[in-house]
């Protein structure tokens, strides 16, 4: 069974500065989707960035961009030039794709990172 | 355009009762997933429907059931209520079966209360 882990329940930036989340997970698979989700107070999970397993390359969405280490199975999340709107609750999650291509159709989610900016 | 709707958005129920959530997915999404998140943990998956029909279930009891209507929106349904089952209940919703990984938009959840 694949587990995702979040080692960090709360952290805190300053406003315009970097901060880094960290997730690991466990799988004996090899091809997979990974994701970030942040949950603001409004409670609406809205999806960060996305990571397929099979590319190299490190995804990007603006301000936010991730480290993924496939031999590690690591896969953190830097955010820059953090904003006010940025705190919320952060959540790793995992995907298994099946070998055909299609994926169970479940988000395994860690328990969160709770990110607090400060003006 | 309406994102995912969840309905209702808080409700308090009593040990041994019976609950409907409902969710509407986005216009032309065709696939539906339940999530259940209780207070300080990540989402857990209750179920997949995909075209009305179940595509995945998560590890719950079946006193948990779900369905999906011709004009693709749903309902999760819980008997029995235990003091155990209050939690945020989300729905996600996706343009094509999660299968491929396309991407999942969440409603704002319902918050049930047992008491």
């Known amino acids: 069974a694949q587990t995702v882990t979040q080692s960090q329940p709360e952290m805190s930036v300053q406003e315009a500065e970097t901060v880094t989340l960290s997730c690991t997970y466990d799988t004996s698979e090899n091809n997979y989707y990974l994701f970030w989700y942040k949950q603001p107070p409004s409670r609406q999970m809205i999806l960060v960035i996305r990571q397929e397993a099979y590319k190299q390359q490190n995804a990007t969405e603006n301000r936010f961009s991730v480290n993924f280490q496939k031999a590690a199975k690591s896969f953190s999340l830097k955010i820059s030039d953090s904003q006010l709107g940025d705190t919320a609750m952060y959540f790793c999650?995992?995907?298994?794709?099946?070998?055909?291509?299609?994926?169970?159709?479940?988000?395994?989610f860690g328990k969160g990172t709770k990110l607090s900016v400060k003006p | 355009d309406a994102g995912v709707t969840q309905s209702p958005t808080h409700l308090i129920k009593t040990r041994g009762q019976h609950v409907t959530l409902r969710c509407s997915p986005i216009s032309g999404h065709k696939s539906v997933s339940w999530y259940q998140q209780v207070l300080g943990q990540g989402p857990q998956f209750i179920f997949q429907?995909?075209?009305?029909?179940?595509?995945g279930r998560g590890n719950f009891p079946d006193r948990f059931s779900a369905r999906q209507f011709p004009n693709y929106s749903s309902e999760l349904n819980v008997n029995a209520l235990l003091l155990g089952d209050s939690a945020l209940y989300l729905c996600?919703?996706?343009?094509?079966?999660?299968?491929?990984?396309?991407?999942?938009?969440f409603g704002q959840g319902t918050r049930l209360t047992v008491v």
């Open positions: 996600a919703s996706s343009l094509l079966d999660f299968n491929w990984g396309t991407e999942a938009f």
């Open positions: 999650a995992f995907m298994k794709l099946t070998s055909y291509g299609g994926s169970q159709g479940n988000l395994i």
């Open positions: 429907y995909y075209e009305k029909e179940e595509r």
